[in-house]
């Protein structure tokens, strides 16, 4: 199964990713993910990978880790048309199905009679085995889509845990809800990274102040 990245080894892949439109006002947008460049594994923002970085992992990794996650959200919305049931989510997050997964095909689906994604393979390297170049998607999807990502983004166990960190995320999907955020941990141990689903509105507007004067929460 190809390894699954995560954090801010992303944020240092997209800064090799070259992205935009095929022409002005098309609905189709194409990426170039050089397969060789590399992105950095050190905690530095500064490092830059060398061919000598032992801790650099090939763009191509990580393309191939984001097609398989793909494929494995489509299996499981096929399951769900079949059986009305979420469970192909929760198993397929070994697969790379998440919370940000589902929310990102949202984004391509909704609104949309069809959408697909497409991937053209570097023709100098074997295409990967077992994983799918094609998927479409389409707005009778979003409602399955909607609901995995609500179940993914619930913690089943009860744990009681103290976090000081700053807000990297705020969303609220749907009017009159507490809405969820995301803290980036400032603490030495423990998680480095918390989604928070809160209780409230005051919690929600406290978390929206911490964000805008740039405050750590508690």
Not at 25 to 42: E, F, H, M, R
Not at 124 to 133: K, M, Q, Y
Request: charged share 20%; aromatic share 6%.
């Amino acid at each position: 199964m190809p390894e699954i990245i995560y954090g801010t080894t992303l944020s240092r892949y997209l800064d090799h990713v070259m992205m935009g439109q095929t022409t002005p006002g098309s609905y189709i947008v194409t990426a170039l993910a050089p397969p060789d460049d590399q992105a950095s594994l050190k905690p530095s923002a500064d490092s830059l990978p060398s061919a000598w970085d032992p801790g650099a992992i090939r763009l191509r990794t990580v393309n191939e880790a984001v097609a398989h996650a793909v494929g494995a959200t489509v299996e499981a919305l096929q399951h769900h048309r079949s059986s009305g049931f979420l469970a192909g989510f929760e198993s397929g997050v070994v697969d790379g199905i998440s919370y940000e997964m589902t929310n990102a095909i949202i984004g391509i689906a909704a609104n949309a009679d069809e959408a697909d994604i497409t991937i053209e393979w570097d023709k100098d390297l074997a295409p990967p085995s077992g994983i799918e170049s094609h998927f479409e998607f389409h707005a009778t999807d979003v409602p399955a889509l909607t609901q995995a990502a609500i179940k993914l983004a619930e913690d089943q166990s009860i744990a009681q845990i103290s976090i000081i960190g700053r807000v990297h995320l705020l969303a609220k999907k749907q009017a009159g809800s507490a809405g969820v955020f995301g803290v980036d941990s400032l603490q030495s141990a423990g998680p480095r990274k918390v989604r928070v689903r809160l209780a409230d509105d005051e919690d929600y507007h406290e978390a929206v102040r911490a964000h805008e004067e740039d405050l750590a929460i508690k």
